[in-house]
RNA sequence: GCCGGCGUGGUGGAAUUGGUAGACACGCAGGACUUAAAAUCCUGUAGCUUAAAAGCUGUGCCGGUUCAAUUCCGGCCGCCGGUACCA
């Protein structure tokens, strides 16, 4: 009889939900294993086949470790705050409440129709008023603790989606959610101070099981860097110019300074800048530029009336104003060493400015010499002569000693932009006293909801659609009872997002953000697997929340300050053709279409097959066919199971397999482990009848990957329980082993015949002999001395003959 | 530009403390079953020479180390990802 999938799927499904199979509980005696997905974000078209990949691959890893005696938590939530949900209920003109709760509905239909072993109980979205309370909570523990604060700031701008971005949120210098373009704008924000935890999130990654590349990623947005700070007096003026530098060592070599053209000093030396309409000008240019014209092509202009005082050596420099230095990174302003570095020449050529090498050994005809690590001083004064690494250490002192400059670390990352002037997200819950500046809403009044809206649409001004609630915003002082005024921005969807694993170990709370016992118990995640998009967004952020909460207390100490043990990324699909899935282009593959036609089993073992899980690959349908007809096939040798005896060979068959089967899902290599359970399979179809408990071990083998197939297969097989806390076959070393194995025989390099021997057959005269009389080794040894025979036990027979 | 990763049949890919390259699957070709088709099953399938036996070539390109290199080393080319005036 044909396996009927449709109806075999259904079946358990039902079963599992009514047994609540997959139910973890908070105080096993078992190991606890907690996997995580990135939960998604429910937009209005479902779920695609891209999705399901890394969701399947967590499924298969919590199915095997059950089965392993470990207590699992796989669960599962969704994402809803945000730009995506609230762009498709613009499109749709739908309230993006309603959308939502649609969207929700049509992606769990589709995760539960997959057959995901998730603890359904835990469930939760992102904008329930029970959750964003706590996602409330955290922002007014943070600006309690100095960690959040409100301030005038220079940032990136949408303009297409009308909102501020932090920088992590601008790819390549376009918008990350519509690739729009990016200015900078100056608005009033809401910040969260990352940049105090810098130090911690790059220490933190030693300690940690994440993939390398994810920890290079992460170090190099953090990017610290060690140098001094130097403070340049100026001519007629008691203002000082602070520059950060790593290359101290250059000082004598400065022949002029930039300023970004935001810098505050310009400001301050109004009136001895004689040429100040014209750098007004100049600025304001530079400000309407997006980040990419900005690097096109240097420019700048020359501060007349004021100069710089080089403090090793007195020189008078000229300062200059440049976009090519940014307000954003140091202290806005830098000393140009243009015989040094690169673009400090590059300027200098341009305006015909001095270039002074200071250490020898380039040609600064051509370019700068930037080498750090050789060359001796010139140039340099009572130094000359010196290394360069010496009269770093020397002049750091001399800077310090004098009050000049200090040793100091820069990093790029930069305080995290929290606020966004939309409608669907968490009300920041802060109010503006007009006597007394911002003050926290209590937390018993908490949460602060999300009002219900007509015109929910952003708007042109750049402010919340919020902002026209005056009834919402008018409130009372919560400090001094006088009136006060909402905050009416919104958090990023990385509000809710950074958190949630947290609240999974505890989702229906309703006095605490979480349990201290359950978080002891269940908290770090032991597996998170997710996107490399996530590296310096969602990642990072999340780490620095929970590294906060630890600090509060709120974490127990047992568990750590780092939230993920371990974390793994999966690669993209494509659709077919090799290009990117999109609604526009038309190449979308619905998972529905698929399980229609093949069954969700098969649309899970061809997402584990297809190729290697953490790298890109191309849909490809007729891939589906293939192992669609590999689950038929394992149904159709259910037929000849009996009480046979097993063959030496099948047994050696069914060890190797286990092994091969429990270390590739261990390391993520699917595509082998199913490869392996069809050479298996191919194997078990020549046999005439099939050892039942052999079978059994095949379908344990087999059911994360396919688990309705094999939760039917194991009932056929007259079991009444439940195959999924059924135990996971162990291997026999021995019996995995091969008895015979075939060697290759190689003259001079190339193979030329080969020798079956038992396993572990080692070298002797007898053996060689016995080689060199076959017959084909003979005709290739012909007229040739042998000068060395080489025998490597069970790997290779090497002779050499000339 | 800089920093990672990768490059293997018609296709997805397998094989690495150096040891028989191409497992497994798709596709294709031939055959069986069928009035026919689909489905299913069997056989073959890196390229070249060849009727066959066999031989030669072959893991992006060039060179090196080694009895032996897809694997290690040096140089180059291409693709993908990250980052980008970071001082």
């Not at 100091?408 to 002037?421: A, E, G, P």
Request: proline share 4%.
């Amino acid at each position: 009889m044909k396996y009927n999938f449709k109806a075999t799927e259904k079946k358990w499904q039902q079963y599992w939900q009514r047994e609540q199979t997959w139910l973890a509980l908070d105080n096993s005696k078992k190991k606890k294993f907690y996997s995580l997905i990135e939960f998604p974000y429910p937009s209005g078209d479902g779920l695609h086949v891209g999705h399901l990949r890394p969701i399947t691959a967590m499924d298969v890893i919590s199915r095997q470790r059950r089965m392993a005696g470990e207590n699992v938590l796989y669960p599962i939530g969704m994402d809803t705050f945000g730009l995506p949900a609230e762009n498709y209920a613009i499109k749709t003109n739908t309230p993006p409440k309603v959308a939502t709760k649609r969207n929700i509905a049509n992606f769990n239909r589709q995760l539960q129709m997959l057959g995901y072993s998730f603890d359904w109980s835990r469930f939760f979205s992102t904008s329930d008023e029970d959750y964003y309370h706590w996602t409330q909570w955290i922002f007014i523990q943070l600006w309690k603790n100095g960690l959040a604060y409100k301030a005038k700031e220079n940032i990136n701008w949408c303009l297409s989606c009308q909102i501020g971005l932090a920088n992590e949120e601008v790819v390549g210098g376009v918008c990350e959610r519509c690739g729009g373009a990016i200015v900078k704008k100056e608005k009033e924000q809401w910040l969260l101070r990352i940049s105090k935890y810098a130090d911690r999130l790059i220490d933190g990654l030693k300690r940690i099981d994440f993939l390398e590349p994810i920890k290079k990623q992460q170090t190099d947005w953090i990017g610290r860097s060690e140098g001094v700070e130097v403070d340049f007096a100026i001519t007629n003026s008691d203002q000082k110019l602070k520059v950060f530098t790593t290359r101290p060592d250059t000082l004598f070599g400065v022949t002029f300074m930039v300023l970004a053209p935001e810098h505050p000093i310009i400001h301050r030396l109004e009136g001895q800048i004689k040429n100040l309409s014209a750098i007004k000008k100049y600025i304001s240019a530079a400000r309407g530029k997006s980040d990419i014209d900005r690097g096109k092509e240097k420019s700048g202009l020359k501060l007349e009336g004021v100069s710089a005082i080089n403090p090793v050596n007195k020189k008078e420099i000229p300062i200059f104003v440049a976009d090519y230095v940014m307000m954003s990174y140091g202290t806005g302003a830098i000393m140009a060493v243009p015989a040094h570095d690169q673009r400090d020449w590059e300027f200098a050529k341009k305006y015909k400015l001095n270039i002074v090498p200071v250490i020898s050994g380039g040609d600064i005809k051509k370019e700068a010499y930037t080498d750090t690590e050789s060359g001796q001083m010139i140039n340099s004064d009572k130094y000359n002569g010196f290394s360069v690494k010496k009269f770093q250490k020397e002049i750091t002192g001399w800077l310090s000693k004098n009050k000049i400059g200090k040793k100091t670390v820069n990093y790029k990352l930069h305080d995290w932009i929290f606020s966004r002037q939309r409608y669907w997200g968490e009300p920041i819950p802060m109010v503006y006293c007009e006597k007394d500046n911002w003050q926290a809403v209590p937390e018993k009044d908490l949460p602060v909801v999300l009002p219900d809206i007509k015109d929910f649409k952003p708007t042109a001004d750049g402010q919340s659609p919020l902002a026209k609630l005056d009834k919402w915003i008018n409130t009372k002082c919560p400090v001094c009872g006088g009136p006060a005024r909402r905050e009416t921005d919104v958090m990023p969807n990385w509000g809710g997002s950074n958190w949630y694993f947290i609240r999974y170990t505890d989702p229906r709370n309703k006095k605490q953000l979480v349990d201290p016992k359950k978080a002891k118990y269940w908290l770090p995640v032991d597996w998170y697997n997710g996107g490399m998009e996530h590296t310096n967004l969602h990642l990072l952020y999340s780490r620095f929340i929970y590294k906060f909460l630890f600090d509060i207390g709120v974490i127990p100490k047992e568990c750590g300050d780092e939230p993920y043990a371990k974390r793994t990324a999966h690669g993209l699909i494509l659709a077919e053709g090799g290009v990117k899935m999109s609604k526009s282009k038309g190449n979308v593959i619905n998972p529905d279409d698929i399980v229609a036609k093949y069954g969700a089993d098969a649309l899970r073992v061809y997402e584990m097959f297809m190729g290697p899980f953490d790298q890109t690959i191309a849909w490809d349908d007729q891939g589906v066919t293939g192992v669609f007809r590999f689950l038929n096939r394992i149904w159709a040798l259910a037929d000849k199971i009996g009480a046979v005896k097993t063959s030496k060979e099948s047994e050696r068959l069914l060890h190797q397999s286990i092994k091969k089967v429990s270390t590739d899902i261990e390391q993520m290599h699917f595509n082998t482990a199913v490869s392996q359970l069809m050479i298996l399979l191919n194997h078990l179809e020549k046999q005439e009848k099939i050892n039942k408990d052999l079978w059994a071990d095949f379908i344990k083998l087999l059911s994360p990957l396919a688990p309705h197939l094999s939760a039917e297969l194991w009932q056929k097989l007259g079991h009444k329980n439940n195959l999924a806390y059924e135990s996971w076959p162990k291997y026999d070393v021995r019996l995995a082993q091969e008895e015979k194995i075939i060697l290759g025989i190689q003259v001079n390099g190339k193979l030329r015949d080969t020798i079956e021997l038992d396993y572990d057959t080692a070298p002797s005269k007898e053996l060689e002999k016995e080689i060199l009389s076959q017959e084909k080794i003979q005709r290739c040894l012909q007229g040739l001395k042998i000068r060395k025979f080489i025998h490597v036990k069970n790997k290779i027979i090497s002779i050499v003959a000339n």
